[in-house]
């Protein structure tokens, strides 16, 4: 198999585990995420392959498997990090900050939130900007 079609089978998977993921088929999300990331990963695309542990620590979360969430929202952020992708960093930044809200660590929640407003106003992702600066006035408020 070459290059290209490598890469349409990981995308496939991708869209496979997306499809999974809505409809609540988290074992099934996981396998095909899974694979597309190994797979991106081997052909070099780490921006796809961040996207795609991104993708697991969604379904992680959505499972309300905090922990798992975490671990892979972590090693998703220095490989967008390593790439310069602002917009992958700061999506990071919220996931982690929204689940240590869920496991009541507001003062973490709070820290990672404040490191994604300013990477969303540089990019210019108003609605994006205006949740995290949303979560953050919560927050403020709670710690009076």
Same mark, same amino acid.
């Given at each position: *198999? ?11 998977y991708t869209n496979e585990?997306? %499809? !999974? ?6 074992? *099934?999300? #996981?396998? %095909?995420?899974? %694979?597309?990331? @190994? &797979?991106?990963? $081997? @052909?070099?695309?780490? #921006?796809? +392959? ?12 959505? *499972? ?13 952020? =220095?490989?967008? $990090?390593? &790439?310069? !992708?602002?917009?992958? /960093? ?6 982690? +900050?929204?689940? !240590? +809200? *869920? ?5 973490e929640a709070l820290l990672?939130?404040?490191?994604? #407003? =300013? #990477?969303?106003?540089? /990019? ?10 949303? %979560? /953050? $006035?919560?927050?403020e408020l709670e710690k009076?």
């Amino acid at each position: *198999m070459d290059k290209n079609e490598r890469l349409e089978k990981a995308q496939r998977y991708t869209n496979e585990g997306l %499809n !999974h993921a809505r409809e609540n088929e988290y074992d *099934m999300a #996981l396998d %095909n995420f899974r %694979n597309a990331f @190994l &797979l991106f990963k $081997e @052909l070099g695309e780490i #921006l796809h +392959a961040a996207f795609q542990l991104g993708n697991i620590g969604s379904v992680y979360r959505n *499972m309300g498997d905090y922990t798992r969430s975490l671990e892979e929202y972590k090693k998703a952020l =220095p490989l967008f $990090e390593q &790439l310069g !992708h602002k917009e992958g /960093i700061a999506d990071q930044f919220t996931n982690i +900050a929204y689940i !240590h +809200a *869920m496991k009541g660590e507001k003062k973490e929640a709070l820290l990672y939130y404040k490191k994604a #407003l =300013p #990477l969303y106003a540089e /990019i210019g992702s108003d609605q994006k900007y205006e949740y995290t600066k949303q %979560n /953050i $006035e919560v927050f403020e408020l709670e710690k009076q």
